[in-house]
């Protein structure tokens, strides 16, 4: 009844129905709504917009987007690639290890979680088809991503609040946080170094501006080596370094005398780890992690059952800087304890072939030149952030699989048309 009488449930009505139209319409538009509806859920809706989330609009908005697309399929005829035979690969083992652990499969969000990363992983491959496409949802994270840094600041000037956060809802992690908005900087310079519009231009480079200062705010150390990580990426790849040195000069004149002395001594504490509770945390979880692997080495304790049973595998004298339910802190950690060496091993190879996929040569002509480009950025972005899952999560779910099928999808870039009347399937 809220939905009908509340300002803002009218609203969650509204965009739901238009949302249908559009995408019932044209499928490709669906992409553009989960990942609205998935990068911005922490940050903004959730708090706002609850009614979204209650009506299970994510989950409404995977089905029409599949349902769309199986009407529109003579425009989009079926395609597959050895991507998506990986992520159904390594959904399978998923699943298949939770029960060698003796857990119910489903008794976990893990498996819920990762198969809807497969078929958002399939629905991009199938949608996704020209540039302008990869170009507009490039464009679409950039915007989202300003969005919510601009919205941490202004928590935290108008509420005195400690660190940077979009919001107050106690899902958003500060550690996640900066990690994203790590990996979006070098999307964001080079979308707006290479496009032409005046207005998209200064929207890249205001993103540009702000994310350094977002990742800051947060007091993460670990975004602020992924940040780091991507602009000595950025560096070695970009051709016209002068203009990208200047940028990051620029930044750091703006930025370094406004750090503060309790920013400053958070990244000192790095030397000094042994003291540090936090780190010693970590350090004990990953030994639990190695410990599992040891004892479990096929399929590991089951993809989500970690933090039920990690205390058992932590050694004794580690035993004081942990409690139970604590995670691990290692994306290759986690994979490997919960799956074992078989589940890593796809998982690996899933990220060899996203940094496989963004190689290419760079061509003569407009559209290889834009696809080059689409390339780079995604590969440095990928780097940013499996050097940031090196201190936390997210082997099931998360950014990571937002970069991955926007990579293989330009990997394929050129070699369908929209126009292609008969169904092809092709191996890349």
Request: net charge positive.
């Amino acid at each position: 009844m809220e939905l009908l009488t509340s300002f803002k449930g009218i609203l969650a009505l509204v965009f739901f129905a238009a949302g249908v139209i559009s995408v019932l319409k044209r499928p490709k538009t669906g992409i553009g709504i989960i990942i609205f509806l998935v990068v911005l859920k922490e940050g903004f809706l959730i708090d706002w917009f609850p009614s979204i989330y209650e009506m299970h609009m994510p989950q409404t908005f995977f089905i029409l987007t599949f349902v769309s697309w199986f009407i529109h399929s003579g425009k989009y005829p079926l395609r597959l690639n050895r991507d998506i035979f990986l992520m159904f690969l390594f959904f399978t083992i998923i699943c298949y290890s939770r029960h060698h652990f003796g857990t119910a499969i489903f008794e976990n969000k893990v498996p819920t979680e990762f198969f809807r990363e497969t078929i958002f992983f399939f629905l991009v491959i199938q949608l996704l088809r020209q540039p302008r496409d990869i170009k507009n949802i490039l464009w679409l994270i950039v915007g989202f991503h300003l969005f919510l840094a601009l919205r941490a600041y202004y928590f935290y000037k108008a509420y005195s609040m400690p660190i940077a956060l979009p919001g107050f809802n106690e899902d958003l992690n500060p550690n996640g946080f900066a990690n994203a908005l790590a990996f979006v900087f070098p999307i964001a310079y080079l979308l707006a170094t290479r496009t032409k519009n005046k207005m998209l231009k200064i929207l890249g480079l205001f993103t540009v501006l702000w994310c350094p200062i977002g990742v800051i705010l947060t007091y993460s150390r670990e975004g602020v080596i992924a940040l780091l990580s991507g602009v000595g990426a950025l560096v070695f790849f970009e051709k016209k370094k002068s203009r990208l040195i200047l940028a990051v000069l620029i930044l750091a004149v703006l930025i370094i005398p406004h750090l503060s002395e309790k920013y400053i001594g958070r990244v000192k504490s790095i030397q000094e780890y042994q003291e540090d509770i936090s780190a010693m945390g970590r350090v004990a979880t990953n030994h639990a992690a190695l410990n599992m692997l040891k004892k479990y080495p096929f399929f590991g304790v089951g993809a989500g059952n970690y933090n039920d049973v990690f205390i058992n595998f932590v050694p004794e004298e580690e035993l004081k800087w942990v409690e139970p339910g604590k995670s691990v802190h290692n994306v290759i950690l986690q994979a490997a304890s919960e799956t074992g060496f078989i589940g890593l091993t796809i998982f690996l190879l899933l990220l060899l072939r996203g940094f496989k996929n963004t190689f290419r040569k760079k061509g003569n002509k407009d559209g290889e030149i834009e696809e080059y480009d689409f390339a780079l950025m995604l590969r440095i972005a990928l780097f940013v952030k499996l050097i940031s899952l090196q201190f936390g999560q997210g082997a099931y779910f998360g950014d990571l699989y937002l970069l991955l099928p926007l990579i293989s999808a330009v990997k394929m870039l050129g070699s369908y048309s929209e126009a292609t009347p008969n169904p092809a399937i092709r191996k890349r």
